[in-house]
């Protein structure tokens, strides 16, 4: 046992004592190891130093502790009595007094007493890894201390052969919350302490394997790999598929299949030294900065990406296999290509999987000091010399742990962590080492270090000066492609404009794509509150749901994000040409053929199929087209909207997704609908208190529709508000337009209706109001204009706004109650939800739900639903036709209820279907971190005239 009783450790910006040098990582070998995940005792302390270290000694009695779960964070164990999570984006939780953190410091005592197997070898020495603990720990083992180490989401071994006993050892980890490596990794997510990563006991035969490098690389001009291993241990590597037996550290080149993510052809091997036996599995590529462009075996990459924390709702970053395949799993069939592993390497096993299904990967350092922006980077670490060996260890973790994997193409330095010295010796030691990759950091805006030009949420008016290189910059960094590193801020209800830039990066060499942020809400499961965010646990300081901004929501249920962007990133274009009877194919993989896809067709009248069939296209190459000329439209007598739908599908099964999975489609219209016509035959009769027109009731004093057909009807009036999204609302160091505040200051969610008549005409009943903000001169003056032909019933409303409308409106159509709803049924675009700058993925059709169904569980609840291009919606007994075609929302609550609410919880169903037919929608864009809707996608205040047509569901 140390007598040493100080903490200043955890106050010492060196990464650590007594851990072995860094090595490569690999899963599993001949040599036995012992997994000691599982369940540990544990007491928890409120300071950094409130209990003594006897807990370590050999027969001390830890009877009286509590357990917690190894992999865990001590914060999601315990029902709350072990603390609580705490959320903040880049503020840190504690004072900006670096290196030192608060004495009330949270500190975790972990006890394991394990035996060896009876079958354990007795030769040898053996090595204690921890894959990940948060953020500073110190280890002992029966009474010995081994040292302490930060660097939370690193691998740290020690050799602990000479200290093992057949029975009753004793391993006492002693974990803090804060450290001063906490100022190295104030990265956007929970601050969650623990040790979360696996813990593993290893077998280290005489002679075993120590670090070993495989360079496998690919010459697109031969087609031929070269393999060399080199290892701190000779031995030989056998590739039986490839003929492969040679003694490590020797070349030898053969014909290979590459990898790519399109194609992750991997060849099993093994590295064997006298000791051990470890499996390899080995994929040939290149990677090279080469024409200002990165390319692979050759070829420029397109990144369809997207960042990715580790997260899940119970166990937080503690994550098992099963989670992170599922992860991989969806990516791969929403089309993504490649991931940034944001912002720290994520558990091994993760890359494993992305060598195996196909990931282009920018494996990114545990860093960022992000808080520091707040100084203006005053003491920041990463430009102060003191903490340049920290950076440069978390630096060789990362490298030396990861370097094997081929899907990791990029080392990225961090992230939001200013600039300085620190980097630049970060980037010149990865360079040095492995320079068969390149260096990634968006920070680096003159790419003095990178081999890259990467920004986060660049308008697309900028981006395009980009891709022209008219964007000015050094001469190094105006020679470098680009890609934006984060872009499409997924929070709520979006992200906004995808489509827009995508376009941008396909139209331009030198931009390279781009990884939306992020992967997943991370909503904390919560007995009261569904999902817990910021705040929810009593921060001090937080940052609300800004953490819930994911593609997919905890449960990594896929939100209507990430259904769009794998419409907007779909590797085959799809475009028809109705005159001409043909489909026009693109393949815009950047390897792959289209052999591994089939391709049909089918049309729809009414967006009922009436006909499909297969349709023969050739196995194009990376980006050939080809005319591909369709069958004639089958005949059918009926006169109605006509449309083709083409879809390519998987023609097998895969790794990744079972055959006839969907990877792209394009739909284009062969006849256009006939909008429904009601000529006005029918009158308006008054009577004492009511007017009747066609099968419709009215309140004879307000004109209020009160009744279709007998079914009751809250009377439709118009309506421009919107709960606002996260993206209306946009960010606090925003200084561009925030229209969500915009609306509410001006008073567009308290409108008022002023009755000016009610008239009853020949053939018409007409309805005139002025609807107008409190306190404001601005309004809209509306007129609604019924009529019928004794059996339907149409409502033209005209809009002619009136003062000065200085910003676009929320939405512009009529809300109206229904009772009794819940089957919904409609012919439009779906099946999920649609908003103007993110309707990609809107497919035209017949699609049915409940209203239940129509909804879309954002954590906080907003805007949501709605359904874009409606030509008919049935609910409630009634059937509404639009002319023109609208969007279509229904729920349960209405819309200031839905606004006020702030966890899904908070949501009651009524006895009322509130029923919003929208003639138009504001854009959504990506302004809680990104850029608003584009100026195209506004909806502006000026004169408008819509029309809806109901009668009763026969």
């Not at 809250?714 to 160091?733: C, F, H, K, M, Q």
Request: charged fraction near 25%.
């Amino acid at each position: 046992m140390s007598d040493r009783t100080t903490v200043d450790y955890v106050e010492d910006v060196s990464p650590g004592s007594g851990a072995l040098p860094p090595r490569a990582w690999y899963a599993a070998s001949d040599a036995r190891s012992m997994s000691l995940n599982g369940s540990w005792r544990f007491r928890l302390s409120a300071t950094i130093d409130a209990e003594d270290d006897s807990f370590a000694e050999e027969g001390y009695d830890a009877g009286n502790w509590a357990e917690v779960t190894v992999p865990g964070h001590w914060v999601l164990q315990g029902d709350g009595a072990f603390g609580s999570p705490i959320y903040t984006n880049h503020l840190y939780p504690f004072p900006v007094d670096p290196p030192h953190v608060p004495t009330e410091n949270p500190t975790g005592d972990h006890l394991r007493v394990f035996d060896l197997p009876d079958d354990w070898p007795a030769d040898g020495s053996a090595v204690l890894r921890f894959d990940g603990v948060e953020s500073c720990a110190r280890v002992w083992l029966n009474g010995t201390e081994l040292g302490e180490f930060k660097g939370s989401r690193l691998p740290h071994e020690f050799a602990v052969g000479h200290l093992l006993k057949p029975g009753g050892n004793v391993l006492a980890v002693r974990v803090h919350q804060w450290s001063a490596g906490s100022y190295l990794e104030d990265q956007d997510q929970w601050w969650l302490p623990g040790i979360f990563r696996d813990v593993t006991l290893l077998h280290r035969p005489a002679g075993s394997v120590g670090d070993f490098f495989v360079h496998a690389s690919y010459d697109h001009t031969t087609g031929e790999g070269t393999l060399r291993v080199d290892s701190d241990v000779d031995g030989r590597v056998t590739v039986p598929a490839l003929g492969i037996d040679v003694a490590t550290g020797e070349p030898v080149t053969v014909a290979v299949e590459p990898w790519t993510a399109e194609t992750p052809k991997l060849y099993d091997g093994v590295l064997a030294t006298a000791g051990e036996r470890v499996p390899l599995r080995i994929g040939f590529r290149t990677v090279v900065l080469e024409d200002g462009l990165i390319k692979v075996n050759g070829r420029a990459v397109l990144f369809r990406g997207v960042n990715r924390h580790e997260w899940h709702p119970e166990k937080g970053r503690a994550l098992d296999l099963e989670t992170m395949r599922e992860d991989v799993l969806l990516m791969k069939r929403h089309n993504l290509n490649a991931v940034r592993t944001s912002h720290y390497p994520p558990h091994p096993a993760f890359l494993d999987l992305c060598d195996e299904y196909g990931l282009w990967v920018i494996d990114e350092c545990d860093l960022e000091t992000h808080g520091f922006v707040e100084q203006d980077w005053r003491d920041n670490p990463v430009d102060d010399d003191r903490w340049t060996p920290a950076l440069l260890d978390r630096a060789a973790r990362m490298v030396e742990r990861d370097k094997n994997h081929p899907s990791v193409v990029f080392w990225s330095l961090g992230n939001e962590a200013g600039t300085g010295r620190g980097l630049t010796a970060m980037a010149e030691w990865i360079h040095e080492r492995d320079p068969e990759r390149l260096v990634h950091y968006e920070g680096d805006w003159n790419c003095r270090d990178t081999d890259v030009y990467s920004r986060m949420y660049a308008f697309h008016d900028e981006v395009d000066k980009i891709g022209q290189r008219l964007d000015g910059g050094t001469h190094k960094r105006r020679e470098l492609p680009f890609i934006q590193c984060e872009y499409g801020h997924a929070m709520g209800n979006g992200p906004g404009g995808l489509a827009d830039y995508q376009e941008l990066f396909e139209k331009y060499e030198r931009l390279q794509g781009g990884f939306i942020w992020e992967w997943i809400d991370h909503g904390v499961e919560h007995a009261e509150l569904g999902y817990a965010y910021g705040g929810d646990f009593g921060e001090e300081l937080h940052d609300g749901n800004f953490v819930c901004d994911g593609l997919v929501f905890p449960d990594r249920t896929p939100s209507p994000g990430l259904i769009e962007y794998k419409k907007v990133i779909e590797p085959v274009r799809i475009e028809g040409d109705a005159a001409g009877g043909t489909v026009r194919i693109t393949n815009k993989h950047d390897f792959a053929d289209l052999s591994a896809l089939a391709f049909e067709w089918s049309c729809q009248v009414d967006g009922e199929t009436v006909e499909s069939g297969a349709l023969a296209v050739p196995a194009l190459a990376p980006g050939e087209s080809a005319e591909v000329k369709l069958p004639e439209p089958p005949a059918d007598g009926r006169g109605g909207e006509r449309q083709w739908t083409v879809r390519a599908l998987l023609a097998d099964d895969t790794a990744w997704a079972a055959k006839d999975h969907v990877v792209a489609w394009g739909q284009f219209a062969v006849a256009a609908r006939p909008l429904p016509v009601v000529p006005a035959t029918d009158r308006p009769v008054r009577g004492e208190d009511r007017i009747t027109l066609g099968p419709a009731e009215f309140d004879a004093r307000t004109g209020a529709l009160r009744s279709i057909g007998g079914i009751e009807v809250g009377s439709p009036r118009l309506d421009v508000w919107r709960a606002p999204t996260d993206n209306d609302d946009g960010a606090e160091w925003q200084t561009d337009t925030r229209y969500g505040l915009l609306w509410r200051t001006l008073g567009l969610h308290r409108m008022r209706h002023r009755l000016a008549s009610v008239e009853a005409g020949e053939d018409a009943l007409t309805v005139r109001t002025r609807v107008a903000p409190a306190a404001r001169e601005v309004g809209l003056d509306t007129v609604y204009r019924w009529t019928s032909d004794g059996e339907r019933l149409r409502l033209t409303v005209s809009v002619t706004p009136e003062g000065d409308w200085s910003v676009p409106l929320p939405r512009l159509g009529v809300r109206l109650g229904l009772s009794r709803a819940d089957r919904v049924e409609w012919f439009g675009g779906g099946p999920g939800e649609a908003y103007p700058d993110t309707r990609t993925a809107s497919m035209v059709g017949r699609w049915q739900s409940t209203v239940d169904g129509l909804q879309t569980p954002y954590l906080r609840p907003q805007e949501n639903g709605a359904r874009a291009d409606v030509r008919w919606v049935e609910l409630g007994g009634l059937r509404i036709e639009g002319d023109p075609e609208f969007w279509f929302t229904a729920r349960r609550w209405t819309t200031e209820q839905l606004d006020a609410a702030r966890h899904r919880t908070d949501l009651t169903p009524g006895d009322t279907v509130w029923v919003n037919l929208d003639h138009g929608q504001h854009g959504i864009g990506s302004q809680s971190c990104g850029p608003g809707p584009l100026p195209r996608y506004f909806l502006k205040a000026e004169p408008a005239e819509f029309s809806f047509v109901f009668s009763a569901v026969k």
